[in-house]
Every structure is written in structure tokens, then in C-alpha cells.
């Protein structure tokens, strides 16, 4: 277990569905981050958020839309999605964003979109 | 901009040794990680290298020259359950962080 859950664990949504993912840490770090994994490819970073205020957004579409609440909870809410966004969806967490930090991951979403 | 290459398939047999390589282009250098990811399964942490040389835990080893841009990972006495991609990272600047393209280990009874 590594201390950060993620749900839920896959997700299949149509074009027009609206749909949030979810991402709990339990670990008392203070920065957390949304990761989209597709086949064949290299992780990408899409947001990174330090004590709840976003510091890094990687060029995502507008469809993709973060909240961090608290530092333990992280949000994706989904809208309006592509089939190439069709990927599987990573949380992590670390205790700061130095550049030395370790991040943990959450076990992911898969998301396919229709 | 940021870029790593490693293989992207690498094959053993148990009890052997392999090392996968990583190669990295950054505009600024922050040290490099490796990461596990078992099929399905979460990326999970496995080093850190921020100055040249070995660092060595239990039967896995990395390995930075920062003067060729160069960093590996050596397993020893493969076990089955090793059989995952292995991904390096570097820390980008500015809380970016960039992963390498991954390397497939499969091993081989």
C-alpha cells in the first residue's frame, strides 16, 4: 500500500458525460499531482498543486479541470472528453516539490471515453 | 526541453544481471530517479541518484555520470517479480518533472 487511493480504479464515459476523479493521500504531504499515462508513451504531467494552490499546469486542455480542496484530496473533474483521452490516469503525492522529493502514487483510474 | 531515452525492451533469465540504461538532455540538472510500474499497477519509487557515482539498495543499484548526461539501473539475481517497466525521471524545474519512455524487463524462467 502505498498511502494514496485513488477512485474509482476504471471509468468507461461517453463524449457529453461529466465525471470526476478522485485522489486521497495519507501520507501528511503537502503536494500532489495528476499524471495521464497512455500507452506507449511516457508519463505526462498535467497539474501539480503545493498546499492546495496549483504551481504547474502543462498545457492541458480545458476539459481536464483540477481541484484540490485540502492537501489531502485532489480532484479531475472530466467533461466533454475525447477518445484519445481514453489513458490511465495517475495520482501522486510527495512531502514538498523539491526537486529531491519522492512522489508515491495511487493505483490510477483507467479511463476509457466512447 | 527535457528528454530521457532508455530501451524499451530489455529480456533475462532468473539469477542473472541486467542493467537498463538512461540517457538525458535537460536544460538544467536536478538528479535522476528511477521508478517500478508492475502491469497495472502503480510507479513506485526505487532511487535517487543527485551526485555521480553507485548507490546501492538490496540487489538494486543506480548509477549517474552527470559529465555524459548517463545514468542505469543494475538488478542482480533476477526473481521472477522483477519482471515490470523500469522508468528514470528528472526533475525539471518549477515542480515539473519529466519520466522516460519506460523499459519492459521481462524475465525468463
Known amino acids: 500500500e502505498t498511502g494514496v487511493t485513488q477512485t474509482p480504479r476504471h471509468l468507461v464515459m461517453g463524449m457529453t458525460n461529466k465525471k470526476s476523479l478522485k485522489c486521497e493521500q495519507h501520507?501528511?504531504?503537502?503536494?500532489m499531482y495528476w499524471y495521464k499515462q497512455s500507452a506507449k508513451k511516457p508519463l505526462e504531467l498535467m497539474f501539480v498543486?503545493?498546499?492546495?494552490?496549483?504551481?504547474e499546469n502543462n498545457s492541458v486542455p480545458s476539459r481536464f479541470s483540477p481541484e484540490c480542496p485540502n492537501s489531502s484530496h485532489l480532484f479531475l473533474h472530466l467533461h466533454t472528453l475525447q477518445p484519445e483521452d481514453s489513458a490511465l490516469y495517475l495520482c501522486?503525492?510527495?512531502?514538498?516539490?523539491?526537486?529531491?522529493?519522492?512522489?508515491?502514487f495511487g493505483p490510477g483510474t483507467r479511463l476509457t471515453v466512447l | 526541453g527535457q528528454s530521457l531515452e532508455q530501451p524499451s525492451e530489455v529480456t533475462a533469465v532468473e539469477g542473472a544481471i541486467v542493467q537498463i540504461n538512461c540517457t538525458y538532455q535537460?536544460?538544467?540538472?536536478?538528479?535522476l530517479s528511477w521508478y517500478q510500474q508492475h502491469d497495472g499497477g502503480a510507479p513506485t519509487f526505487l532511487s535517487y541518484?543527485?551526485?555521480?557515482g553507485l548507490e546501492e539498495t538490496g540487489r538494486f543499484s543506480s548509477f549517474l555520470s552527470r559529465s555524459d548526461s548517463y545514468g542505469y539501473l543494475l538488478l542482480q539475481e533476477l526473481q521472477m517479480k522483477d519482471s515490470a517497466s523500469y522508468f528514470c525521471?528528472?526533475?525539471?524545474?518549477?515542480?515539473?518533472?519529466?519520466f522516460g519512455p519506460g523499459t519492459r524487463l521481462s524475465v525468463l524462467p
Open positions: 501522486a503525492s510527495s512531502l514538498g516539490t523539491g526537486d529531491t522529493d519522492t512522489q508515491y
Open positions: 501520507l501528511g504531504h503537502n503536494a
Open positions: 498543486y503545493s498546499l492546495e494552490e496549483r504551481v
Open positions: 535537460t536544460s538544467g540538472f536536478y538528479g
Open positions: 541518484n543527485g551526485l555521480d
Open positions: 525521471a528528472v526533475p525539471a524545474g518549477g515542480q515539473n518533472f519529466v
